[in-house]
């Protein structure tokens, strides 16, 4: 399946989700709540991101706040739970990204090419 991208192009859907993921402390909170985010070790991709030791809801809307290493900004971001996992780490909330802002998604896209390529360097690779 495909859909078409922002510069027009087509791509799959599945992209995203193929996206390398990086590990991240991300603080999270049911959306629209004023309670106080909680701060969880997980990963972020460009379709999304995961934090462990505990889960919402599938179908739960949350929000997020993270900041990319060598930023001062804080990104705050809108998400949906997928999926929910167990395993040796505990619980997992798996979330995709909902109404991604496009500078926030290529600040996102930046960061994880620069983790792929200084990881490709250190194993010996162009």
Not at 83 to 112: C, K, N, Q, T, W
């Amino acid at each position: 399946m495909s859909e078409q991208s922002k510069d027009g192009n087509p791509r799959k859907v599945d992209d995203r989700r193929e996206s390398p993921r990086v590990s991240m402390r991300i603080h999270v909170r049911r959306a629209g709540s004023s309670d106080a985010f909680e701060p969880r070790e997980g990963n972020i991709s460009l379709g999304g991101f995961a934090w462990y030791s505990w889960a919402m809801p599938v179908g739960t809307k949350v929000e997020a706040r993270f900041t990319l290493p060598g930023s001062d900004e804080e990104l705050q971001v809108l998400g949906q739970v997928l999926h929910v996992g167990h395993g040796p780490r505990g619980s997992s909330a798996h979330v995709r990204f909902m109404d991604l802002p496009e500078d926030v998604e290529l600040r996102i896209a930046r960061y994880i090419d620069e983790i792929e390529l200084a990881e490709s360097k250190a194993r010996g690779g162009a």
